[in-house]
Protein backbone atom coordinates (compact mmCIF):
# COMPACT_ATOMS: atom_id res chain seq x y z
CA UNK A 1 0.00 0.00 0.00
CA UNK A 2 1.39 3.16 -0.98
CA UNK A 3 1.11 6.20 1.03
CA UNK A 4 0.55 10.20 -0.74
CA UNK A 5 0.46 13.17 0.69
CA UNK A 6 0.40 16.66 -0.23
CA UNK A 7 3.46 19.04 0.05
CA UNK A 8 2.36 22.31 1.56
CA UNK A 9 5.55 24.08 0.39
CA UNK A 10 5.37 22.71 -3.17
CA UNK A 11 1.86 21.80 -3.20
CA UNK A 12 2.67 18.67 -4.95
CA UNK A 13 1.73 15.00 -4.28
CA UNK A 14 4.13 12.94 -2.98
CA UNK A 15 4.77 8.96 -2.12
CA UNK A 16 6.28 8.95 1.27
CA UNK A 17 9.23 7.23 2.12
CA UNK A 18 7.46 4.45 5.30
CA UNK A 19 10.27 2.50 6.82
CA UNK A 20 9.37 -1.31 6.75
CA UNK A 21 7.21 -1.45 4.31
CA UNK A 22 7.12 -5.08 3.34
CA UNK A 23 6.88 -5.47 6.94
CA UNK A 24 3.68 -3.59 7.50
CA UNK A 25 1.67 -5.57 4.86
CA UNK A 26 2.64 -8.62 5.86
CA UNK A 27 1.68 -8.04 9.11
CA UNK A 28 -1.63 -6.21 8.58
CA UNK A 29 -2.64 -8.26 5.55
CA UNK A 30 -1.73 -11.58 5.56
CA UNK A 31 -2.92 -14.54 7.76
CA UNK A 32 0.37 -15.25 9.41
CA UNK A 33 1.27 -11.84 9.81
CA UNK A 34 -2.15 -10.34 11.45
CA UNK A 35 -1.15 -13.75 14.17
CA UNK A 36 2.21 -12.49 15.00
CA UNK A 37 0.76 -9.10 15.58
CA UNK A 38 -2.02 -10.17 17.95
CA UNK A 39 0.40 -12.50 19.54
CA UNK A 40 3.58 -10.24 19.73
CA UNK A 41 3.68 -7.19 18.06
CA UNK A 42 0.76 -5.38 19.71
CA UNK A 43 2.04 -5.98 23.20
CA UNK A 44 4.05 -3.94 25.32
CA UNK A 45 6.24 -6.28 25.94
CA UNK A 46 7.20 -6.29 22.72
CA UNK A 47 7.46 -2.43 21.92
CA UNK A 48 9.51 -2.03 25.64
CA UNK A 49 12.43 -4.82 24.58
CA UNK A 50 12.37 -2.79 21.01
CA UNK A 51 13.15 0.67 22.75
CA UNK A 52 15.32 -1.08 24.93
CA UNK A 53 17.75 -2.30 22.12
CA UNK A 54 17.54 1.00 20.52
CA UNK A 55 19.09 2.34 23.81
CA UNK A 56 22.16 0.33 23.59
CA UNK A 57 25.42 1.91 22.13
CA UNK A 58 25.03 -0.52 19.07
CA UNK A 59 22.54 1.31 17.89
CA UNK A 60 24.69 4.21 17.18
CA UNK A 61 25.94 2.49 13.92
CA UNK A 62 22.73 2.68 12.02
CA UNK A 63 22.22 6.85 12.79
CA UNK A 64 23.85 7.83 9.54
CA UNK A 65 22.36 5.56 6.88
CA UNK A 66 18.89 6.62 8.70
CA UNK A 67 19.37 10.00 8.12
CA UNK A 68 21.01 9.67 4.14
CA UNK A 69 18.12 7.08 3.71
CA UNK A 70 15.19 9.55 4.54
CA UNK A 71 16.69 13.10 3.71
CA UNK A 72 16.87 14.38 7.44
CA UNK A 73 18.66 17.57 7.66
CA UNK A 74 20.63 17.23 10.75
CA UNK A 75 21.87 21.00 10.50
CA UNK A 76 18.49 21.66 12.17
CA UNK A 77 19.41 20.06 15.26
CA UNK A 78 21.89 21.30 18.06
CA UNK A 79 23.93 18.65 17.85
CA UNK A 80 24.29 18.05 14.10
CA UNK A 81 26.89 15.65 14.01
CA UNK A 82 25.44 12.02 13.79
CA UNK A 83 28.80 10.47 15.25
CA UNK A 84 28.02 12.33 18.60
CA UNK A 85 24.65 10.52 19.67
CA UNK A 86 25.26 7.70 22.48
CA UNK A 87 22.43 5.49 20.68
CA UNK A 88 19.13 5.96 18.17
CA UNK A 89 17.11 6.88 21.21
CA UNK A 90 19.17 9.70 21.94
CA UNK A 91 19.24 10.56 18.17
CA UNK A 92 15.36 9.96 17.83
CA UNK A 93 14.77 12.45 20.37
CA UNK A 94 17.36 15.20 19.30
CA UNK A 95 16.32 18.77 20.25
CA UNK A 96 16.21 21.30 17.62
CA UNK A 97 18.82 24.78 17.10
CA UNK A 98 16.06 27.72 18.79
CA UNK A 99 15.51 29.14 15.08
CA UNK A 100 15.38 26.35 13.40
CA UNK A 101 11.21 25.64 14.03
CA UNK A 102 9.40 29.70 13.54
CA UNK A 103 6.32 29.68 15.87
CA UNK A 104 3.99 31.96 14.24
CA UNK A 105 3.36 34.71 16.68
CA UNK A 106 -0.25 35.81 15.09
CA UNK A 107 -2.62 36.25 17.84
CA UNK A 108 -5.75 34.65 16.51
CA UNK A 109 -3.33 31.96 14.57
CA UNK A 110 -3.22 28.37 15.65
CA UNK A 111 -0.26 26.38 15.15
CA UNK A 112 1.19 22.83 14.09
CA UNK A 113 1.88 21.15 17.22
CA UNK A 114 4.48 19.08 15.28
CA UNK A 115 6.27 17.80 12.47
CA UNK A 116 4.03 15.61 10.76
CA UNK A 117 1.20 15.42 8.15
CA UNK A 118 -2.01 16.27 9.37
CA UNK A 119 -5.92 15.20 8.21
CA UNK A 120 -8.61 17.54 9.12
CA UNK A 121 -12.06 17.31 10.02
CA UNK A 122 -15.14 19.60 10.54
CA UNK A 123 -18.49 19.16 12.50
CA UNK A 124 -17.44 15.99 13.82
CA UNK A 125 -19.90 13.39 14.88
CA UNK A 126 -18.03 12.00 17.91
CA UNK A 127 -20.04 8.72 17.67
CA UNK A 128 -18.19 8.00 14.57
CA UNK A 129 -14.60 10.28 13.86
CA UNK A 130 -13.26 9.59 10.70
CA UNK A 131 -10.02 7.16 11.31
CA UNK A 132 -9.37 6.75 7.28
CA UNK A 133 -12.36 5.88 4.92
CA UNK A 134 -14.64 3.80 6.15
CA UNK A 135 -12.81 2.89 9.63
CA UNK A 136 -13.99 5.16 12.25
CA UNK A 137 -13.54 5.24 16.28
CA UNK A 138 -15.56 7.12 19.06
CA UNK A 139 -14.71 10.21 20.88
CA UNK A 140 -15.60 9.10 23.92
CA UNK A 141 -13.76 5.36 24.24
CA UNK A 142 -10.56 7.55 23.00
CA UNK A 143 -10.70 9.87 25.97
CA UNK A 144 -12.60 7.50 28.09
CA UNK A 145 -14.60 10.21 29.23
CA UNK A 146 -18.60 10.45 27.92
CA UNK A 147 -19.38 13.62 29.48
CA UNK A 148 -16.42 15.31 27.98
CA UNK A 149 -17.02 13.90 24.56
CA UNK A 150 -20.42 15.35 24.10
CA UNK A 151 -19.08 19.03 24.62
CA UNK A 152 -17.06 18.30 21.22
CA UNK A 153 -20.32 17.71 19.12
CA UNK A 154 -19.85 19.51 15.59
CA UNK A 155 -16.58 20.58 16.64
CA UNK A 156 -12.67 20.11 14.98
CA UNK A 157 -10.86 16.68 15.01
CA UNK A 158 -7.23 17.59 13.81
CA UNK A 159 -4.97 14.75 13.22
CA UNK A 160 -1.10 14.85 13.17
CA UNK A 161 0.85 11.63 12.23
CA UNK A 162 4.45 11.29 13.12
CA UNK A 163 6.74 9.20 11.20
CA UNK A 164 9.98 7.38 12.57
CA UNK A 165 11.59 10.39 10.16
CA UNK A 166 10.12 13.42 11.67
CA UNK A 167 11.20 15.27 14.98
CA UNK A 168 9.42 13.69 17.65
CA UNK A 169 8.83 16.43 20.25
CA UNK A 170 5.58 17.84 20.45
CA UNK A 171 4.80 21.02 21.62
CA UNK A 172 1.38 23.73 23.08
CA UNK A 173 -0.39 24.85 19.74
CA UNK A 174 -1.41 28.04 21.83
CA UNK A 175 -0.85 30.53 25.02
CA UNK A 176 -3.34 28.78 28.08
CA UNK A 177 -3.18 26.36 30.64
CA UNK A 178 -3.13 22.54 31.36
CA UNK A 179 -6.49 21.76 33.48
CA UNK A 180 -5.75 17.59 33.57
CA UNK A 181 -4.14 15.00 32.43
CA UNK A 182 -4.01 11.27 32.43
CA UNK A 183 -2.42 7.90 30.97
CA UNK A 184 -5.14 5.30 29.34
CA UNK A 185 -3.26 1.92 28.80
CA UNK A 186 -3.61 0.43 25.50
CA UNK A 187 -1.85 -2.07 22.65
CA UNK A 188 0.78 -0.59 20.25
CA UNK A 189 -0.56 -1.13 16.52
CA UNK A 190 0.99 0.76 14.43
CA UNK A 191 -0.56 4.16 13.25
CA UNK A 192 0.75 3.92 9.74
CA UNK A 193 -2.24 4.33 7.17
CA UNK A 194 -1.61 0.91 6.63
CA UNK A 195 -3.42 -0.22 9.94
CA UNK A 196 -5.45 2.11 9.93
CA UNK A 197 -7.07 1.34 7.20
CA UNK A 198 -7.35 -2.72 8.65
CA UNK A 199 -8.33 -2.12 12.44
CA UNK A 200 -10.72 -0.15 13.54
CA UNK A 201 -11.13 2.03 16.42
CA UNK A 202 -7.51 1.77 16.24
CA UNK A 203 -6.78 5.18 18.23
CA UNK A 204 -8.77 3.90 20.90
CA UNK A 205 -7.08 0.33 21.14
CA UNK A 206 -3.64 2.33 21.60
CA UNK A 207 -1.58 3.79 24.73
CA UNK A 208 -2.60 7.24 24.76
CA UNK A 209 -2.48 10.57 26.89
CA UNK A 210 -4.92 12.90 27.52
CA UNK A 211 -4.82 16.25 28.27
CA UNK A 212 -7.45 18.71 28.40
CA UNK A 213 -6.33 22.30 27.66
CA UNK A 214 -8.04 25.41 28.43
CA UNK A 215 -6.43 27.59 25.03
CA UNK A 216 -6.45 31.02 25.49
CA UNK A 217 -8.11 31.79 21.76
CA UNK A 218 -10.10 28.49 21.67
CA UNK A 219 -11.76 27.61 24.96
CA UNK A 220 -11.57 24.47 26.38
CA UNK A 221 -9.57 21.81 24.03
CA UNK A 222 -8.36 18.26 24.01
CA UNK A 223 -4.94 16.77 23.10
CA UNK A 224 -4.41 13.22 23.20
CA UNK A 225 -1.45 11.59 22.11
CA UNK A 226 -1.30 7.58 20.73
CA UNK A 227 1.79 5.45 21.34
CA UNK A 228 2.24 3.28 18.49
CA UNK A 229 4.74 -0.19 17.75
CA UNK A 230 7.59 0.49 19.02
CA UNK A 231 6.82 3.53 21.02
CA UNK A 232 8.91 2.66 24.25
CA UNK A 233 7.03 5.63 26.37
CA UNK A 234 5.04 8.87 25.73
CA UNK A 235 7.30 11.53 28.11
CA UNK A 236 5.25 14.27 29.02
CA UNK A 237 8.20 17.13 30.08
CA UNK A 238 6.43 20.30 30.21
CA UNK A 239 6.55 21.47 34.58
CA UNK A 240 3.63 24.45 34.69
CA UNK A 241 0.69 24.51 33.49
CA UNK A 242 0.51 27.91 32.41
CA UNK A 243 2.15 27.67 29.21
CA UNK A 244 2.45 29.73 26.04
CA UNK A 245 2.45 28.62 22.17
CA UNK A 246 5.03 26.51 20.88
CA UNK A 247 6.65 25.38 24.08
CA UNK A 248 7.36 21.89 24.45
CA UNK A 249 5.15 19.21 25.79
CA UNK A 250 6.84 16.21 25.51
CA UNK A 251 8.26 14.07 23.34
CA UNK A 252 7.90 10.22 21.66
CA UNK A 253 10.70 7.79 22.51
CA UNK A 254 10.84 5.46 19.69
CA UNK A 255 8.83 4.82 16.42
CA UNK A 256 5.98 6.67 14.22
CA UNK A 257 3.17 8.68 16.57
CA UNK A 258 0.09 10.56 16.28
CA UNK A 259 -1.19 14.06 18.13
CA UNK A 260 -4.81 14.26 17.69
CA UNK A 261 -6.37 17.84 18.77
CA UNK A 262 -10.28 18.40 19.35
CA UNK A 263 -11.33 21.98 19.61
CA UNK A 264 -15.19 22.71 19.87
CA UNK A 265 -17.71 24.04 17.45
CA UNK A 266 -17.59 27.60 16.24
CA UNK A 267 -13.93 28.30 18.02
CA UNK A 268 -11.50 27.73 14.86
CA UNK A 269 -11.53 27.28 10.49
CA UNK A 270 -8.28 25.69 9.57
CA UNK A 271 -7.02 26.48 6.54
CA UNK A 272 -8.94 25.86 2.95
CA UNK A 273 -6.32 23.98 1.53
CA UNK A 274 -5.48 21.61 4.32
CA UNK A 275 -9.45 20.59 4.62
CA UNK A 276 -9.31 20.29 0.32
CA UNK A 277 -6.56 17.98 0.81
CA UNK A 278 -8.10 16.01 3.80
CA UNK A 279 -11.60 15.88 1.47
CA UNK A 280 -9.73 13.71 -0.79
CA UNK A 281 -8.34 11.53 1.61
CA UNK A 282 -4.55 13.21 1.32
CA UNK A 283 -2.78 14.50 4.54
CA UNK A 284 -0.87 17.61 4.21
CA UNK A 285 2.57 18.21 5.45
CA UNK A 286 3.40 20.86 8.18
CA UNK A 287 5.72 21.73 10.29
CA UNK A 288 6.46 22.83 13.53
CA UNK A 289 5.14 26.72 14.60
CA UNK A 290 3.46 27.19 11.10
CA UNK A 291 0.21 28.49 10.92
CA UNK A 292 -2.96 25.96 10.61
CA UNK A 293 -5.98 27.58 11.15
CA UNK A 294 -7.21 30.94 12.97
CA UNK A 295 -9.93 31.82 15.50
CA UNK A 296 -13.15 32.89 14.52
Known amino acids: MDIYYIDRVTKEKKREQVPS ?175 LSRVSNLYCKNKRQVTHFLSENFGETTIVEVGATCVGSIIQTFDNNKVTRGEEKGYFKFGGSTVILFIKKDQAVIDDDIIENSNNQLETSVMLGEKIGRKI
Open 21 to 195: TKLLNWLYYSKPGTKTLNMVVKRKWASTIYGLIQSLPMSRYKISAFVNQYGIDLSEAIDSDPKSYRNFNQFFTRKLKSNARPICQERDAIISPVDGKIMAYTDIDINKVIQVKGFYFTLAELINDDKKAQEYLGGLCLVFRLSPADYHWFHFFDWGEVTSHRKIKGSYYSVNPVA
